[in-house]
T-cell receptor
Framework: DGGITQSPKYLFRKEGQNVTLSCEQNLNHDAMYWYRQDPGQGLRLIYYSQIVNDFQKGDIAEGYSVSREKKESFPLTVTSAQKNPTAFYLC?????????????FGSGTQLSVL | QKEVEQDPGPLSVPEGAIVSLNCTYSNSAFQYFMWYRQYSRKGPELLMYTYSSGNKEDGRFTAQVDKSSKYISLFIRDSQPSDSATYLCAMKYAGNMLTFGGGTRLMVKP
């Protein structure tokens, strides 16, 4: 089945620790995205990538880093510089970051601070 | 003021009711309008996609866009308990990323 796989489903971070969230897609989509969702708030864009080996900052990139070494994979690292990391993280992909894009989402990772 | 405003709810209705979900926005450049449904602790799934003003129907769902009022709506007919979820509106213009509303939580009671 084609889709987007996020892992793990739940993740706990200790003070000062970096953690990495995995996102893999087999839809052959060019563009991939990371969003953060807080209760009662809309999805906020962290980073996006339109092509392998290239990515751009979204609205709330501070304290996060990404890489796009393969078309299928777009991991997100939450660094110790992110002081309020507790949130639900969603990875998405689309055919391309064009006008008519439709986003397909993974099932999300809930990150909590210990 | 947020670019896209959406009443968080919760909105509670009896099974079979017609549901109206709404978003207002401030940026007149928005051209593409979407509605996503999100079940608890899951990723959003695209329900409806419309371009510019007018209505679009798909089964029990109707999306309505009024660009002059900067107002979009999603109507659900014959609502079912399985429709209980959070509904997110989203919009964009060419060359820009999606802007999401905060979501409205809907509960359909049997």
């Amino acid at each position: 089945d084609g889709g987007i796989t996020q892992s793990p489903k739940y993740l706990f971070r200790k003070e000062g620790q970096n953690v990495t969230l995995s996102c893999e897609q087999n839809l052959n989509h060019d563009a991939m995205y990371w969003y953060r969702q807080d209760p009662g708030q809309g999805l906020r864009l962290i980073y996006y990538s339109q092509i392998v080996n290239d990515f751009q900052k979204g609205d709330i990139a501070e304290g996060y880093s990404v890489s796009r070494e393969k078309k299928e994979s777009f991991p997100l690292t939450v660094t110790s510089a992110q002081k309020n990391p507790t949130a639900f993280y969603l990875c998405a992909s689309s055919m391309k970051a064009s006008t008519n894009e439709k986003l397909f989402f993974g099932s999300g990772t809930q990150l909590s601070v210990l | 003021q947020k670019e896209v405003e959406q009443d968080p709810g919760p909105l509670s209705v009896p099974e079979g009711a017609i549901v109206s979900l709404n978003c207002t926005y401030s940026n007149s450049a928005f051209q593409y309008f979407m509605w996503y449904r999100q079940y608890s602790r899951k990723g959003p799934e695209l329900l409806m996609y419309t371009y510019s003003s007018g209505n679009k129907e798909d089964g029990r769902f109707t999306a309505q866009v009024d660009k002059s009022s900067k107002y979009i709506s999603l109507f659900i007919r014959d609502s079912q308990p399985s429709d209980s979820a959070t509904y997110l509106c989203a919009m964009k213009y060419a060359g820009n990323m999606l802007t999401f509303g905060g979501g409205t939580r809907l509960m359909v009671k049997p």
